[in-house]
């Protein structure tokens, strides 16, 4: 939408690594954003945005980004199928026990 206009814009960043920031537009954009300073140099974050879908329904994320990568949840993705959910069991469980694969 080329004549949204923003709603709100509220930044704040120490310097440090550590910021926080979030805005709304017109159009029904929102995002929110938390970031500090990760244990290996990086910035970890979390936050949530959203966006109207054309059916008037809005899509909503929330997410981390960190060590362990980028995890993202919304009602909108779908879940992992059962078999993966299974390895994925099954490799904690061996984890839990000591296996180590080289």
């Keep these: 939408d080329r004549d949204a206009t923003i709603l709100k814009d509220d930044r704040t960043d120490n310097g440090d690594g550590n910021f926080h920031y979030s805005f709304e537009t017109s159009n029904g954009i929102q995002d929110t954003k ?44 779908p879940s992992i199928p059962e078999y993966v959910q299974k390895q994925i069991d099954f490799a904690a469980e061996q984890r839990a026990r000591g296996v180590i694969f080289d």
């Design 34 to 77: 938390t970031g500090v300073p990760g244990s290996a140099g990086q910035s970890n974050m979390n936050g949530d945005f959203s966006f109207p879908l054309d059916d008037g329904s809005t899509a909503s994320f929330t997410y981390v980004a960190d060590e362990n990568g980028y995890h993202v949840e919304s009602p909108l993705l």
